[in-house]
Nanobody
Framework: QVQLVESGGGLVQAGGSLRLSCSAS????????MSWYRQAPGKQRELVAR???????NYADSVKGRFTISRDNAKNTVYLQMNSLKPEDTAVYYC?????????WGRGTQVTVSS
């Protein structure tokens, strides 16, 4: 059974930082592409950052230079370091794993950035 469990969300002032974690089980983590998505109220879910099994990363333009995705294969965990947070970063952040062609999702963690 695949499980993705996010943690690290919370309330932070604009300009602050948070680090999200996603712990994975039930998958061969080291072979999986891992991503962070977010969904703000009334908006579609969007890709924030992705890291492949080979550590290639890509980011949404809106977070480039502020967010960093990384992975620790020994801990089956992917991270999202978020710096210089803005109110528009407020959303539920979801962890995603792609195993062959199947997408798996966590339940999400709320990030709220106050102005």
């Amino acid at each position: 059974q695949v499980q993705l469990v996010e943690s690290g969300g919370g309330l932070v002032q604009a300009g602050g930082s948070l680090r999200l974690s996603c712990s994975a089980s039930g998958i061969i983590f080291s072979s999986s592409t891992m991503s962070w998505y977010r969904q703000a109220p009334g908006k579609q879910r969007e890709l924030v950052a992705r890291i492949t099994s080979g550590d290639t990363t890509n980011y949404a333009d809106s977070v480039k230079g502020r967010f960093t995705i990384s992975r620790d294969n020994a801990k089956n965990t992917v991270y999202l370091q978020m710096n210089s947070l803005k109110p528009e970063d407020t959303a539920v952040y979801y962890c995603n794993a792609v195993v062959t062609t199947v997408n798996y999702w966590g339940r999400g963690t709320q990030v709220t950035v106050s102005s």
